[in-house]
Structure formats: structure tokens, C-alpha cells
């Protein structure tokens, strides 16, 4: 694969991790190194339900609870948690969850240090100058690596799109503490999708234009993980070697991101996901096949190097022979873990000129590992209806 050596590239990684079965029980150490006296928990109803939080506050005091985060958070939700925030006088954020309470808690601390409403972080906007205060993030999911990415994905129901905040490492989280005992008994529909979306950003980010050597060493590496483990996680979600496999393939996954963008299959399911709430793993998943199938041609060493580590036999095969089989095996998976259809993700095909542009104007477009337009994202979306 030829390497560019002439551009300066920057990574950044400004999350201290701590990993493992039990992980959870060093919380209340990171919070006093954080200087964090009184922390607002970041949660979701189903985190409650499950009996997660429980496990978490026995290792909190004088903590303030935010249990209303919804999938896809929106504006309101965020600024409603931030001035929660405010009120109480807390000084540090915890985020338990999926990537919908880690977003959340990013986007919290993005407005109490600056100010204002989330609607004016979005990237491009008003930039973030200040660190935000003190976060420990606590992933129950497999996916998407949220505890190490530098960004926050907000709904904007006016404008029925998904929106950036973030690229910074002002955003980050100080602290991941990723325990895989908080996943086991995951629901399969769950740990199918969050699987997949951690696979999306190990492929997007290995094939963007923006890709270098240590964010694909992580990514290689996430992908080889869940194509190992992800099947065996559905199957049996008390298997705490998957669990442990998928967590690490989950941040892997994240910090593979770095401070660019992934491409069009993030690009598709961003966009599309403000107009029909659907989960965003999911979505990623059925589209990231037809993604890979447009972008194969364009880059097919590189997606040669994924058909190995997704444990094709690549053999006797050309660049391009390989890269096609390694796309065959991504819609083996997606099929294997029992991905829903673009149908039963609430979309129709009447939509997809509209899915289409929004997807041409998403940010993410920019770095893909084939030059995509309207046109051929309406073709993509064809290959996603059809699969």
C-alpha cells in the first residue's frame, strides 16, 4: 500500500482507558484523581432497567442522576441535561450507556464550559476552545466507541438530520472505563448492532482518505476482533470472553476515528437517522456492505487487507478478487447476526433521492474512499434495498 510522506498528520488520544471484568469498581478512584466531587450521572431508562445504574452508584457519592437520555439525543435534551447540570452545581460528568448517554454527557459538557445551546457546537460553527469538565465514561455497549471518539452526534428534529460536534480532543472523555461484565445478557438485536457499528468505523476509517499508519493499526485489529467474536456475542450473551473481545474491538473501533471523518456508510445512516428514528447501528450495518461494494475498485488493496482480517482466504487472488470476496463476507455477517432490512428499519424506496442528497450534504461524504454524488449514493441505497 503506498504511503503518503509528505503530510504532517496529528493523532490525538486524550482518554485514559481502563479495561476489564470488574473495571467498574475503580470509578470512585478516577473520580477523586478527576477532582470530581459532585458528578452528574449521565444514564438512559433502559441502563436503569437493567439495573446497571444501581451497580454504578454503589461507587458514587453526593451524585446528581440524568436518567432521560433517548436514542438519538436531540438539542433539547442536551441543553435540559446541561442546565440540570448547572443547577445542581456539579463539577464532573459520568456517562453509562450507549453512545446516545456519552454523547449526551459530551455535548453537556461542551455547553457548560462554553455556554449557549448544543445547536451552536455544530462543526463548523462556533468552535470549542475549552476542555470540558471532568468526564468518566462507562460504555454497556459493544459499538460505537464513544468513550474514545473526539465527536458527539446530535438530532436536529427541525432539520431532520443528525449533526457533528466535536473533532477536537477538547470533547474526549478523560476516562473510559470499559467492564465488560456491564454487557453480559446484552439483547442480540443490540449486540448485533453496536457490533456492526464497530466494525463500520475500523472499515471506514482504514479506507478514508484521511487514514494513517497508527489509526489503521487499530482498526486492523478491531476488525479482526469482531469477525472472530461478534457471532459468538449474539449467540451467547453471557460469553464473557466475546463480551471482553467486542469492548475491546468497540474502542478500538472509536479510536481508529481520530479527529477525521469515516465515509459514506456514516455519511448514509447520519443523515437518514434524522428522519426515521431508527438505531444507528443498524442502520450503519445494512448500508456498510453497499458502501464497501461501491468504494472496493477504488481502493483495492486496502480493502484486500480487510478480507484478510475479516479471515478470508485470499489465496491465489488479486487485489481485486480479494477485496470483493472480503465484501461478500461483510454481507455474510450482516446477515449472520440477523441485521434488520432497510424495510424494517422504517424506509421505503420512494425515499432514496431524498436519502441520497442528504446523505451527498452530510460531512462525512468528505474522505471517502470513492468520490460519491448523488447519483451514486442513489445507487448505493438501490444495492441496500436490495440486499
Known amino acids: 500500500m503506498p504511503v503518503e510522506v509528505d503530510t504532517v498528520r496529528a493523532v490525538s488520544v486524550p482518554t485514559r482507558l481502563v479495561h476489564g471484568p470488574g473495571a467498574v469498581a475503580r470509578l470512585e478512584g478516577e473520580l477523586g484523581s478527576l477532582g470530581i466531587t459532585r458528578p452528574m450521572l449521565v444514564t438512559d431508562p433502559g441502563v436503569v432497567a437493567a439495573g446497571l ?9 453526593n451524585v446528581v442522576v440524568f436518567d432521560g ?128 457499528d464497530a466494525l463500520s468505523h475500523a472499515i471506514e476509517c482504514f479506507t478514508c482518505d484521511y487514514h494513517q499508519p497508527f489509526n489503521d493499526a487499530v482498526a486492523l485489529h478491531a476488525i479482526e476482533l469482531v469477525a472472530r467474536w461478534l457471532r459468538t456475542a449474539v449467540e451467547d450473551g453471557s460469553n464473557l ?29 447520519q443523515s437518514a437517522g434524522g428522519v426515521h428514528d431508527c438505531p444507528h447501528g443498524a442502520l450503519t450495518a445494512r448500508v456498510l456492505g453497499p458502501v464497501c461494494e461501491y468504494n472496493a475498485p477504488a481502493s483495492p488493496e486496502r480493502y484486500a487487507r480487510i478480507a484478510q482480517g475479516l479471515g478470508v482466504d485470499t489465496a491465489g487472488m488479486d487485489a481485486l478478487e480479494a477485496a470483493r470476496a472480503g465484501v461478500e463476507e461483510v454481507y455474510r455477517l450482516t446477515d449472520d447476526v440477523g441485521i434488520p432490512t432497510m424495510e424494517q428499519l422504517g424506509f ?17 461524504t468528505q474522505g471517502n474512499a470513492r468520490e460519491v454524488d448523488v447519483a451514486g449514493y442513489e445507487a448505493i441505497y438501490r444495492t441496500a434495498f436490495a440486499r
Not at 428534529?157 to 453480559?184: C, Q, Y
Not at 470472553?241 to 445512516?269: F, I, K, N, P, V
Open 53 to 61: 445504574v444501581d451497580r454504578v452508584l454503589a461507587h458514587l457519592d
Open 69 to 196: 437520555v433517548r436514542p438519538n439525543p436531540d438539542i433539547a435534551l442536551v441543553d435540559r441535561a446541561a442546565e440540570a447540570y448547572r443547577e445542581a452545581g456539579c463539577d464532573g460528568l459520568v456517562a453509562l450507556g450507549g453512545g446516545s448517554p456519552i454523547d449526551t454527557a459530551k455535548s453537556v459538557g461542551v455547553v457548560a464550559a462554553h455556554g449557549g445551546s448544543i445547536a451552536r457546537y455544530e462543526w463548523g460553527r462556533d468552535p470549542i476552545e475549552l476542555r470540558i469538565p471532568p468526564l468518566v465514561a462507562i460504555p454497556t455497549t459493544a459499538g460505537t466507541g464513544s468513550e474514545v471518539t473526539l465527536w458527539a452526534v446530535i438530532t436536529d428534529h427541525e432539520r431532520r438530520l443528525k449533526f457533528n460536534v466535536g473533532g477536537t480532543p477538547l470533547i474526549g472523555a478523560h476516562v473510559a472505563l470499559i467492564d465488560p461484565e456491564l454487557m453480559l445478557g446484552l439483547p442480540r438485536a443490540v449486540t448485533a448492532a453496536t457490533g456492526m
Open 241 to 269: 470472553e466475546a463480551r471482553t473481545r467486542m469492548a475491546h474491538a468497540a474502542t478500538l473501533g472509536g479510536m481508529a476515528y481520530g479527529t477525521e471523518s469515516a465515509g459514506a456508510a456514516h455519511a448514509m445512516s
Open 348 to 364: 421505503s424506496e420512494d425515499e432514496i433521492p431524498m436519502l441520497a442528497r442528504i446523505a451527498f450534504e452530510d460531512p462525512q
